[in-house]
């Protein structure tokens, strides 16, 4: 039988898929189902300091090929889902997860992050450099300056596992530049990657969603290509001790297939969960399985970014 186990930050892991965070992670409820499905790990909602109340609704909306979205970071506030994992550390401490985070301003996440140093959480954390919904906030990631201060005080205090959540770049010279910010850093990870960001969805002459006017986040079917892209242009760059995990456009055991060939370690899922629910891990991991048992690999490292070129 051929096995998922993983490895993300020297933590080991039954299964190599979770979900990704915005899906399945704002309440411990929801937590916890992952929690109890097939799933290696979970990861929890993007937390600021506070808690927030996101964005008007429809803010969320399943389409054919994937999903639009623009929640507008609502959470419950770090504290909400610190106290959880620490909780869980007692009850599970062989298990290990994710906390997602990010301030809505650098000295909010140096906040943050000091927050997590301090407390007794030893799990692993993502800072969350990509999120597109906040009006009037870039994206973190496309501001390679802004990426290089934040990561290089953060690290002046921050000695626990850290890694980073991506957005998706479009042009080499990009991943060129942002593997030298991240090469720089004592990250665990990068996570490539969150949503395409500001994409619009139009059902007869109107968009779907109402913050923004209907401009929001894309995922699904639609990035798929983008995200393999992105997971291998920066497992070909980054220093071998930054390990990658896939996130994008996984419904299927192929999907993962794929993400583990382009480099990943850990293969997360957004949209399919959103629409299966947490069967989605048991089916995607059967799946995964499948393939593998029929190309001869027992575990993960037989073929993880062992992506075959055309001469
Ligand atoms: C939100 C969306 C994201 O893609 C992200 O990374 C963080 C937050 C949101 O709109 O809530």
Redesign the pocket.
């Given at each position: 039988m051929p096995s998922l186990r993983t490895q993300i930050a020297g933590f080991s892991f039954d299964n190599c898929l979770m979900n990704a965070?915005?899906v399945a992670c704002m309440t411990v409820e929801e937590l916890e189902e992952v929690r109890q499905s097939a799933a290696g790990s979970f990861v929890t909602?993007?937390a600021t300091l506070e808690a927030r109340a996101?964005?008007p609704e429809p803010?969320y909306r399943d389409v054919p090929l994937g999903s639009i979205?623009?929640?507008?970071?609502?959470?419950q506030g770090i504290d909400y889902y610190l106290d959880y994992l620490l909780s869980l550390q007692e009850s599970q401490p062989e298990r290990t997860f994710f906390l997602s985070l990010?301030g809505m301003s650098p000295d909010e996440t140096h906040t943050l992050l000091k927050k997590v140093q301090n407390s007794g959480f030893k799990g692993i954390t993502e800072l969350?450099l990509?999120?597109?919904?906040?009006p009037g906030k870039p994206q973190i990631a496309y501001d390679f300056e802004t990426t290089e201060r934040i990561l290089g005080e953060a690290f002046g205090y921050f000695d626990k596992p850290l890694g980073i959540?991506l957005p998706p770049y479009f042009d080499i010279v990009h991943f060129d530049q942002a593997a030298e910010v991240f090469n720089r850093h004592p990250l665990k990870f990068v996570n490539c990657v969150?949503?395409i960001?500001n994409g619009m969805y139009i059902e007869d002459e109107s968009v779907v969603i109402r913050p923004k006017n209907g401009f929001g986040?894309i995922g699904g079917e639609y990035i798929k290509p983008t995200a393999l892209a992105n997971v291998h242009a920066f497992y070909q760059r980054l220093n071998p001790s930054i390990q990658i995990i896939g996130t994008g456009g996984v419904y299927t055991g192929r999907d993962a297939f794929e993400h583990i060939l382009c480099g990943a370690s850990m293969v997360q899922i957004g949209t399919a969960l959103h629409q299966q629910g947490v069967e989605v891990f048991e089916r995607v991991s059967l799946g995964l399985k499948a393939i593998m048992a029929k190309k001869g690999y027992e575990k993960l490292e037989d073929f993880k970014g062992k992506l075959k070129y055309l001469g």
């Open positions: 965070a915005g909602k993007t996101g964005n803010r979205n623009s929640m507008g970071l609502p959470n990010v969350n990509s999120c597109p919904n906040v959540k969150n949503s960001g986040g």
